[in-house]
Every structure is written in structure tokens, then in C-alpha cells.
């Protein structure tokens, strides 16, 4: 069974930062990419980040370009998201999900696993 957990959502005024981590576990779990979703409150899921595993080549929405960051780190199946200059918008549950064949990285069908989800809430 695979596993990604995820942790660092909390409080941050708007302008700060936070940093995510999704770690997956599972032994035999292949990767192909991993991506960021959020979802606020009355709204659909949407797409944030995602980074090919191999090649480490990442996708960004709009929204979020040059503000936050994927990274990974292949041996310890973990992706982080790295989000600065944050604003209120941006405030959601944020999860993390995995795919294991390629697919479209903004769309949340082409994901197999997902995290539970960790609260980001942005002050103003």
C-alpha cells in the first residue's frame, strides 16, 4: 500500500512563506511524477506544481509562477513545495498525489495516490 504524507501547512501572514513535504513510502512504489493540488472552501480542486520524477522538469499554474517552488529529492521519495510572498488566495488545503504513468500533470485524474491534505492559511 502506498503512503504520501504530507506536513508543514500552517499560519502565515500574507508576504510570508511555507514549506511543504510530501513523503511517499512504499517499496516498490514507481514514481513518474509528483504535483501539488489545493482546494479552498467551496471550490474545485486545482492544480499548483508538478515535477517529473526522472528528469526533475516541473509545471506551474499561472497563479503561482515564480512564487513557489517543486523540488524533489529522489531518494527519499519526497517532494517539497516551497511557497513565498503568499496571499490570501492562496489559502487552501493542500495536497500532494502521485502518478505512476504519464499523464497530464495539471489534471487530477492522471494521479493514483493522495495525501490527506495539509491546511495552509494566509492572514491579510
Known amino acids: 500500500q502506498v503512503q504520501l504524507v504530507e506536513s508543514g501547512g500552517g499560519w502565515v501572514q500574507t508576504g510570508g512563506s511555507l514549506r511543504l513535504s510530501c513523503a511517499a513510502s512504499?517499496?516498490?512504489?514507481?514514481?513518474?511524477?509528483m504535483g501539488w493540488f489545493r482546494q479552498a472552501p467551496g471550490k474545485e480542486r486545482e492544480f499548483v506544481a508538478a515535477i517529473a520524477w526522472s528528469f526533475g522538469i516541473t509545471y506551474y499554474a499561472d497563479s503561482v509562477k515564480g512564487r513557489i517552488t517543486i523540488t524533489r529529492d529522489n531518494a527519499k521519495k519526497t517532494v517539497f513545495l516551497q511557497m513565498n510572498r503568499l496571499k490570501p488566495e492562496d489559502a487552501a488545503v493542500y495536497y500532494c498525489?502521485?502518478?505512476?504513468?504519464?499523464?497530464?500533470?495539471?489534471?487530477?485524474?492522471?494521479?493514483?495516490?493522495w495525501g490527506q491534505g495539509t491546511q495552509v492559511t494566509v492572514s491579510s
Open positions: 498525489a502521485a502518478e505512476t504513468m504519464r499523464g497530464t500533470y495539471s489534471y487530477t485524474g492522471s494521479y493514483d495516490y
Open positions: 512504499a517499496r516498490t512504489f514507481s514514481i513518474y511524477a
